[in-house]
C-alpha cells in the first residue's frame, strides 16, 4: 500500500502535493481501496483531498472526488472500469487551504474483486447524432444505488450533463440515462458515467460523442432544360458542406411569389419536375440527409428560372355587338386571364374585313382593354351600310387561339348622292318623257325614293 502524509502548516492556499499510482490495466472488475484522513485542531479544513482518474495518458480532466474534512480516518472505494486495453492511472491531490493540520492517504489496495460499496460500470458505448439532436448515453452498472447517491456524465473539455432517468432492475443491476440536449459540435468529445455513494466513486471508461452535421449542398442545382410546365434539372448536390453519407435526396421548389410549395424525393442525379404553371418563377433548391434523427440539412443554395408560355388554352369568347353606328361597330367579349392565355405576356388583336369598291379590305388593331372587367372595342372609319366580318385573335409568345367570327352591318347613313349625270336617258313620246339612270355609287343605304 502507498502512503501519503501532508503537513499544512505554514504553506499558503493553493499549494499542491500529488501522489501517484502505477499503470493500471483492468483485465476484470477489480476495486482500490484507501484509507484516508483530513484534520485540524481548529476546525478549519486544512485543504481539499482530490482524485482524478486519468486514461492513457490522457488529459487530468475533473476530480472524480473530494473532500475537505473529516476529523476521523475514512475508508474510500474506486471502483473503476476502465477496460483492456486501455490502462489508467489514480492521482490523489492535496491542495492547501492556508489553515494548518494535516491530511493522509495510507493503505492504498488494488483488489482483484470487485468493490462493496460502489457500482461497478458496464463498457460504456459511443454516441452519434446529428447537430441539435439530444445525445442519450446509457450507463449500465452492477450494484445498488439509492436517491443520496450523485449520478452525473463527466466531460473531458465538455460540459458535464445532468442524469434524465434511471432504471433499476433488482439489487444488482441498474441503467443511468443521461441526455446532452441540442448537441452541436462543441459538445463532441469524450464523457463517462459516474457515481458518487457514500463508500465512494465508480467511474466509467470514456465514450466519445460524435456530433455529425447535417449535409447541405455548395452550389444550386443546374438547369439542363426548360418547358411551359416541367423543368429538367442537375442536382449538382456533390460538394457539401456538413457530414455524409448521403442517403436521401429531394428536392424542394417553390413558387418566386406567393407560398405554394413541394417537396419530391429524387434517386438520380437528374431530375423533371412537372405539374408546373407555365411562364412562373420558381426557386428550386435540393435537400440531402444522412443517417439518424435530424439528418436532413437546410436547402442548399436555390436555382432561380422560369417555366415558358403555353399555347392559350382558346379564344376568346361570348364576342358581341354593343352598339352599332353607321361608321363604326362597338364589341365586346368575356373577360379572360392567366388560366386561358398561359403567360404574362400576351396581346389581344381586332381581326375585320370588308367589301369596298369591289376589293375586300382586311384590317386588324390592337385591343388595350384586357384586363378589363368589361371589355370592349371600338372599330371606327367603316363605311355605312356593310357587310363586316369581325374576330378576336388571342396570341403569346408560343402560339395563338381565335374566337368565332361575328358578321355586322353597319347601319344607313342617310345622305344625297347624285345620280350619276352621264347615266340619265330619256326616251321621248308623243305625252311622254321616259327616264333611266344608274343608282348612286354610294347610297349607304335603301334607296326607296327618286324625285324627278
Avoid at 290 to 295: L, N, S, V
Avoid at 385 to 394: A, H, M, R
Wanted: glycine share 8%; with cysteine.
Amino acid at each position: 500500500g502507498s502512503f501519503m502524509l501532508v503537513n499544512t502548516s505554514g504553506r499558503f492556499a493553493g499549494q499542491k502535493a500529488h501522489l501517484l499510482l502505477p499503470h493500471l490495466k483492468e483485465n476484470d472488475t477489480h476495486c482500490i481501496d484507501f484509507h484516508y484522513y483530513v484534520s485540524s485542531k481548529s476546525g478549519s479544513s486544512p485543504g481539499t483531498l482530490n482524485i482524478y482518474v486519468k486514461v492513457n495518458d490522457g488529459p487530468i480532466g475533473n476530480p472524480v472526488w473530494n473532500t475537505s474534512i473529516t476529523a476521523t480516518w475514512n475508508r474510500a472505494e474506486l471502483a473503476i472500469s476502465t477496460f483492456w486495453p486501455n490502462f489508467y492511472q489514480v492521482v490523489f491531490e492535496v491542495v492547501t487551504s492556508g489553515h494548518p493540520g494535516y491530511v493522509a492517504i495510507d493503505e492504498v489496495k488494488v483488489l482483484g474483486h470487485p468493490c462493496t460499496k460502489t457500482p461497478h460500470f458496464l463498457r460504456l458505448q459511443s454516441v452519434e447524432v446529428n447537430a441539435g439532436q439530444f445525445a442519450t448515453f446509457q450507463c449500465t452498472a452492477n450494484g445498488g444505488t439509492d436517491s443520496s447517491d450523485r449520478l452525473w456524465l463527466q466531460g473531458i473539455y465538455v460540459r458535464d450533463a445532468p442524469l434524465k432517468d434511471i432504471k433499476i432492475f433488482n439489487f444488482r443491476r441498474f441503467v443511468a440515462l443521461f441526455s446532452v440536449v441540442n448537441a452541436t459540435k462543441r459538445d463532441a468529445g469524450n464523457y463517462r458515467c459516474m457515481i458518487r455513494t457514500e463508500g465512494g466513486v465508480g467511474v466509467s471508461n470514456y465514450a466519445e460523442l460524435i456530433v455529425k452535421e447535417p449535409p447541405v449542398p455548395i452550389a444550386p442545382p443546374q438547369l439542363s432544360s426548360v418547358g411551359a410546365t416541367y423543368l429538367w434539372i442537375q442536382l449538382n448536390a456533390n460538394s457539401i458542406n456538413g457530414d455524409g453519407p448521403i442517403i436521401q435526396r429531394e428536392v424542394e421548389y417553390r413558387t418566386a411569389s406567393g407560398s405554394w410549395y413541394d417537396i419530391q424525393p429524387v434517386d438520380s442525379t437528374s431530375y423533371k419536375i412537372g405539374h408546373l404553371d407555365p411562364d412562373t418563377e420558381y426557386e428550386i433548391s435540393v435537400l440531402l440527409t444522412r443517417p439518424g434523427e435530424g439528418g436532413t440539412g437546410s436547402p442548399g443554395p436555390a436555382l432561380k428560372t422560369r417555366t415558358k408560355c403555353a399555347d392559350p388554352m382558346r379564344g376568346p369568347r361570348k364576342l358581341e355587338v354593343v352598339e352599332i353606328k353607321s361608321r363604326q361597330i362597338t364589341i365586346c367579349w368575356e373577360p379572360f386571364g392567366y388560366n386561358v392565355t398561359r403567360c404574362h405576356r400576351y396581346n389581344l388583336t381586332v381581326h375585320y374585313r370588308y367589301q369596298a369598291g369591289g376589293q375586300e379590305q382586311v384590317r386588324e388593331e390592337v385591343s388595350w382593354d384586357t384586363e378589363s372587367s368589361h371589355p370592349q372595342h371600338t372599330i371606327t372609319n367603316l363605311s355605312p351600310y356593310t357587310n363586316v366580318s369581325i374576330k378576336l385573335v388571342l396570341m403569346n409568345p408560343e402560339g395563338r387561339k381565335e374566337s368565332q367570327e361575328l358578321v355586322v352591318q353597319t347601319d344607313e347613313e342617310f345622305e344625297f348622292f347624285a345620280v350619276p349625270l352621264e347615266s340619265i336617258q330619256g326616251s321621248t313620246f308623243e305625252e311622254k318623257i321616259f327616264l333611266q339612270w344608274r343608282e348612286p355609287a354610294q347610297t349607304y343605304g335603301v334607296i326607296t325614293l327618286y324625285e324627278v
